[in-house]
């Protein structure tokens, strides 16, 4: 029995899905209607570089679009990909930080670099911990005009990282916002915000800007036991502020400018998080006063042709990333009256690790179908990724064993005992790929890109992919793909004595074997199966002071996608993942990501201008890495109910939206062995948000 959610519950829920469907059902009407409502979902350009069909797609491919995420109520790109067949959202103790698990790889950290995030095609990746960074969290969706995902590896395509999966966020042009939308929220937890979005003509330029302001509170969910506790047990001291609540707030702004001029276009973007508060704590040690801020800015300039010739086409894309993470109060890592063997911190420990980081890429690709039923495409870059300077501020120092001993008042040792230097990593590549179709129902792709990196050498990485239209109604595709993931700044170059960097670390790598099938069961209905298989190796861990490439892990899983048009006003939708990774070095389950995933949603258009979407989400069965004792993590389904008008210009329209309705008690893992968090980390409970636009 899941705490908070009977299975009676369940069964509700699920009847709310459906009985909105089954009680309304009328004969289909025309799919363009349905387009309007839902927006496009039936092309994609992140499997090849270049749009085509997804249902022919040489990838496990999933489209997301502004239309949908109205629809279901969804706040911000958390509660988006939790939707998407095998995709589930966990989190970090620190910060709270959202963990994209795909096909259950991608938990068991405090970073998620093994899912590629991309904006309009360029890598959000910072350098120090190989992931998105602080600025992300919380991600808004106004601005957003279509989210594609590809679930398996991307690397023949955009190299590192693109190791599990690729999410591109493709955020809003001129014409997808004509006019002007004004709009605000108010909700649980203190959560309010408010924006402005633009999109029209300046002369000949066509221009789309956005600005948004918010804040929250963040969740206040109680911690039973942390870190302290344990240390409080072992050397009898009291200075645990566990039971505690989270601290999980935050002072947003986001904003963006898009600028297009004939075959030219430039796209900047920024990311503002104050006031970010340390979720269950740096040091997994409640804090409720520390508070960093985290600055994103980046901006790409592209020039494009697809018709440079009757057979060519070009495109050169420049693009500029900084990103800044800095501690204006000092981190307390563990709370005031901390007593350990090295020594006693009346004050707390504490430390504040701040880093600056600044990246430049240029890409160029040609494409030439010139060849009778081939489409070739040539791409090549380079990047310069720079960890440009870092400063630690502490209280401590470590001695010659490694523990950490009192040095006085906070100050900056980054000439002595900083956590990093200023690195620089220097990238080159080149990647080719052939789309060919054999016959007039096969298509065979093939590709492969090969990175030469200035600090650890060279990987190459290849793909194939066959898609067969067995039948007008019916698409197999066989795929077959290497991934890599470089290793971060901190693997590599970190100074920690209880968690060193090596430079002489190599790249993960993964083979992924995929069979897919798309089955339009009828005009208005469609069925996607996927199954896959997949072997990672050389992943980089903890072993003893110092991180080496000492992992290997296999998985083998399934995902089920339906879609059920009923009507022009009633549309169902729902997806089932199944996963299994087992850890080669002990024999046992990964840990960690759920085995069962199962997500369903019914909307219903009703009375002319209403909108009412029910979903429900249920994650089962996640179990304990090795060497972790405590019970399997408990599962939880949640209800979210949304209402929302669907008006035309120069009108308001109004959305109320509540999440978690029976108020599961939602629970994800804290890190093995569990000696620091050990009842895990507490979710949002029920929660109530209101919202306003207007649109001129």
């Known amino acids: 029995m899941v705490k908070g959610f009977s299975y009676r519950r369940l069964a509700l829920a699920c009847a709310l899905s459906f009985q909105i469907a089954a009680a309304l059902a009328q004969s289909a009407e025309d799919e363009e209607y349905l387009a309007l409502a839902y927006g496009d979902k039936t092309t994609i350009s992140i499997a090849t570089g270049s749009p085509q069909s997804l249902r022919r797609a040489p990838a496990v491919a999933s489209v997301i679009t502004a239309e949908d995420i109205a629809a279901m109520g969804a706040k911000d790109l958390d509660e988006v990909l939790e939707s998407v067949a095998g995709i589930h959202v966990s989190r970090a103790s620190v ?253 707390g420990m504490i430390g504040g690790p701040n880093q600056w980081e600044r990246q430049y890429r240029l890409s160029a690709y040609a494409a030439y179908a010139g060849f009778a039923g081939h489409n070739l495409r040539i791409g090549l870059g380079h990047d310069d990724l720079e960890l440009y300077d870092a400063k630690t501020y502490k209280n401590y120092l470590f001695n010659a064993a490694g523990a950490p001993v009192p040095a006085g008042p906070v100050a900056d040792y980054s000439a002595i005992q900083p956590h990093i230097r200023p690195q620089l990593r220097k990238v080159d590549y080149l990647y080719v790929q052939d789309e060919w179709s054999l016959a007039r129902d096969w298509a065979f792709t093939a590709g492969v890109r090969h990175d030469n990196y200035s600090d650890f050498g060279g990987t190459t990485n290849p793909r194939l992919a066959l898609v067969w239209d067995a039948a007008f109604d019916l698409t197999a595709k066989l795929l077959l793909g290497r991934a890599f993931r470089a290793p971060s700044f901190n693997e590599q170059y970190g100074i920690n004595p209880v968690g060193n960097g090596n430079p002489n670390l190599r790249p993960e790598s993964i083979k992924t074997l995929e069979a897919a099938l798309s089955w339009k069961t009828s005009r208005d209905s469609q069925v996607n199966l996927s199954v896959f298989h997949f072997d990672m190796q050389d992943i980089i861990r903890l072993v003893g002071t110092s991180y080496a490439n000492t992992g290997a892990q296999r998985g083998n899983g399934m995902e089920i996608e339906a879609l059920w048009d009923i009507s022009r006003s009633v549309r169902f939708s729902g997806n089932y993942a199944y996963q299994k990774s087992i850890d080669r070095a002990t024999g046992r389950d990964a840990g960690y990501a759920p085995h069962h995933h199962l997500f369903a949603r019914g909307d219903w258009r009703f009375a002319g201008n209403w909108l ?64 620091a968090i050990p009842n895990d980390l507490p979710m949002a409970p029920r929660a109530l948000y209101l919202q306003a636009i207007l649109r001129l």
Do not use: C
């Open 95 to 347: 910060r709270y930080a959202p963990m994209y698990v795909i096909r259950g790889i991608g938990g068991g950290g405090q970073t998620n670099p093994q899912a590629l995030l991309l904006q309009n095609g360029i890598p959000m990746t910072t350098l120090f911990n190989g992931d998105k960074g602080a600025a992300w969290v919380g991600v808004p969706l106004e601005n957003i005009a279509r989210i594609e995902i590809i679930r398996g590896p991307g690397s023949a395509l955009y190299g590192a990282d693109a190791y599990a999966g690729v999410i591109n966020l493709i955020t809003k042009t001129a014409a997808d916002t004509p006019g002007t939308e004004f709009g605000v929220r108010i909700g649980s937890f203190g959560s309010k915000n408010g924006w402005l979005q633009y999109g029209g003509k300046l002369g000949a330029v066509d221009a789309a800007a956005y600005l948004r302001v918010g804040s929250t509170d963040g969740i206040k969910e109680i911690v039973s036991a942390d870190a302290q506790t344990r240390n409080d047990r072992l050397f009898g001291t009291h200075a645990s502020l566990a039971p505690g609540s989270v601290n999980t707030g935050y002072d947003a702004i986001d904003g963006g400018l898009n600028l297009s001029y004939d075959q030219w276009r430039l796209r900047a973007s920024y990311k503002q998080r104050d006031q970010l508060q340390t979720g269950a704590g740096i040091n997994a040690a409640l804090d409720p006063a520390s508070q960093g801020k985290a600055e994103t800015v980046n901006a790409d300039l592209s020039w494009s042709d697809p018709q440079l010739t009757q057979n060519w086409s070009v495109g050169v894309t420049g693009s500029f990333l900084q990103y800044v993470l800095t501690y204006p109060t000092n981190v307390m890592l563990l709370p005031p009256g901390t007593r350990l063997p090295s020594g006693s911190f009346p004050d």
């Open 612 to 675: 009412a979407s029910t979903q429900l989400n249920w994650v089962a069965d996640r179990k304990r890495a090795a060497g972790d004792l405590r019970p399997d993590v408990p599962d939880y389904a949640t209800v979210d109910l949304t209402l929302r008008t669907v008006n035309g210009k120069n009108q308001w329209n109004f959305a109320a939206n509540v999440r978690n309705l029976f108020n599961a008690d939602v629970r994800e893992p804290s890190l093995a062995p569990g000696l």
